[in-house]
Structures are given as structure tokens and as C-alpha cells.
């Protein structure tokens, strides 16, 4: 990313030490460490949601290819993301019916009662 070599380290070094003296230097260090990875993890977590939005929009546009072609007549790689999409909705319904069924059952052995 940036081209700093040993002696443009060995420089800035100094110069903080001689500004902020020994006393506050390896708080300062610490911060701008802390400060680093923050900024780290924000960039990690902007490529993952652009990734992820970019691999849902391809999703998208193949559903949207299969319904214009018709489910018999699409090619390999549409099918594949038609059965993610579909494994994907199976998945996020799963908790919800887990969810339902015990309290419909609990309501139905208090009616019996």
C-alpha cells in the first residue's frame, strides 16, 4: 500500500520520540494501532457486503434469465443458483416453523384441558 522503508520508519520514530517524549509514545503507538485495525475491519466488512450483494444480484438476474427461457431450457450455472436460491429460502423458513410449532402445541393441549 504505502512504500516505507526501514529508515522512513527509523525517522518517524525518532521524531515522535522526541516529540511526545517516552512517557506517551507507546500510548500513542497503541491508539494508532487500535485506530489501524478499526479502519481494518471497516474495510473488511464493506468487501464482504459487496461481495455478498454482488453474488445476490447475479442470483437475481439468473432467476430472472430462467423465468424468460422457462426451468427447461436454462444452462448449468442457472439451475445451480435457482436450487441456492431455493435451499437459501428453505433455510430462513426452517427457524420459524421450529418456532410455531411448539407454541400451537402448547396452545392446543391447553384447549383439551
Known amino acids: 500500500m504505502f512504500d516505507i522503508g526501514f529508515w522512513e520508519l527509523l525517522v518517524i520514530g525518532v521524531i515522535a520520540l522526541v516529540?511526545?517524549?517516552?512517557?506517551?509514545?507507546?500510548g500513542a503507538i497503541r491508539s494508532t494501532m487500535e485506530t489501524v485495525r478499526s479502519i481494518k475491519n471497516v474495510a473488511n466488512g464493506f468487501k464482504q457486503e459487496v461481495s455478498y450483494q454482488l453474488k445476490t444480484h447475479e442470483l437475481h438476474e439468473h432467476l430472472k434469465k430462467a423465468e424468460k427461457e422457462g426451468l427447461g431450457q436454462v444452462g448449468d450455472d442457472v439451475k445451480q443458483s435457482i436450487e441456492e436460491l431455493k435451499s437459501a429460502a428453505a433455510s430462513v423458513q426452517r427457524p420459524y416453523e421450529n418456532s410455531i410449532l411448539p407454541s400451537e402445541n402448547s396452545s392446543e393441549s391447553e384447549n383439551k384441558k
Open 19 to 26: 516529540v511526545l517524549g517516552p512517557e506517551r509514545l507507546p
